[in-house]
């Protein structure tokens, strides 16, 4: 098991934006979110989704995740 690596601050655009360290950290999270060894509860949190272009599917992917976390989310048009 490879030490936890923090991203914070990074921008990840592409897989091969993270090094063969930061990936495998990442897959072992992921792991651990799915064996239900950790979990992460957003209740009385919102995410606020702000979308350039209009996006049905990522949309409403962001906000069915944040549901089942227990937070909220709340569109906001950067037009308006």
Do not use: C, H, W, Y
């Amino acid at each position: 098991m490879i030490k936890p690596i923090k991203l914070t601050n990074k921008n990840l655009l592409s897989s091969s934006d993270l090094s063969k360290e930061e990936f495998i950290s990442i897959l072992e999270l992921a792991e651990k979110f799915k064996n239900k060894q950790i979990s992460l509860e957003f209740k009385n949190k919102v995410l606020g989704l702000i979308f350039d272009k209009s996006s049905t599917r990522t949309r409403v992917s962001f906000q069915v995740a944040m549901s089942r976390l227990g937070g909220t989310t709340v569109d906001l048009n950067p037009t308006t």
